[in-house]
């Protein structure tokens, strides 16, 4: 869906268009919106008419498109079984494989710089150099437990990855990333996006969270926007350990409610 956020009191639709798969992720670049649609892989939306988006082109990423990131002339994707993939999107009409590196189920990527950060459910946190993207680098990884990812954002020295609550870890240093912080939520968060010092959540049953972090002070929420209670509330996060967060798990209820659990589940059978 294209939102008209002009007037951003009143947003109002203004085109849309219905993808084969389903609506993993997204990113836009120029005239083109590039959506990780799951099963049917990564599909390219010519958006340059707002009112009226159409399909330009497709690529088949063999494993579930979770996530994409897009940089310059290529999209880097979460392709679920088949790991990290690197497609060439300099033709739109004629997407074609790049490059790939095989991993355990991936979830989600971010993209900054020459580095592709992917969270995947064996090793967690990995970085990947992708000044060459025909070949990705393995840079290093943090490989205890991180959970089931929704979403990733890079900033600056850190990385914030929305599971089950939220995991802040030090990339500063490529080879050796490691947890630093983050804090729970009841319900699970969805996605995660930064500007400054300023974290912006949504969290799942409880609208947007807008929180300031300080990792020598604990997480502070500054403010709660419910999405069906339109109030404010200010509180205190506690920041969990370096044990802690890096453990967190999805509830029984939450992993019942996720596609990509039921994925895993049917590839843990087959093995």
Known sequence: MIVDISN??????????????????????????YLAAGDKGLEI??????????????????????????SGNYAYLAAGDNGFV??????????????KYETGYADCVAVSGNYAYLVEDSDGLV????SNPSSPIHKGSESRHI??????????????????????????????????????SSWGILDVSISGSTIYVADSNNGILVLKANLEQSV????????TQPENNTQSLKQENESAVANVKQTPEQKKRDPRSSKRKQKNSRI
């Open 147 to 184: 959970g089931i990812c929704k979403a990733i954002s890079v900033s600056g020295n850190y990385a914030y990855i929305a599971n089950s609550g939220l995991v802040i870890v030090n990339i500063s240093n490529s080879s050796s990333p490691i947890v630093e912080g983050g804090f729970s």
């Open 8 to 33: 951003s009191s009143f947003p109002i639709r203004k085109g849309s268009y219905t993808i084969e798969g389903s609506a993993e992720d997204i990113a836009v670049s120029g005239n083109y919106a």
């Open 127 to 130: 970085i990947f150099d992708i």
């Open 86 to 99: 690197v497609v060439d999107i300099s033709t739109p009409s004629s997407p074609t494989l790049k490059g």
């Open 45 to 70: 939306i010519d958006i340059s008419n707002p009112s009226s988006p159409k399909l330009k082109g497709r690529y088949n990423t063999a494993g579930r498109a979770c996530s994409v990131a897009v």
């Open 220 to 227: 502070t929420s500054v403010m709660n926007s419910s999405l």
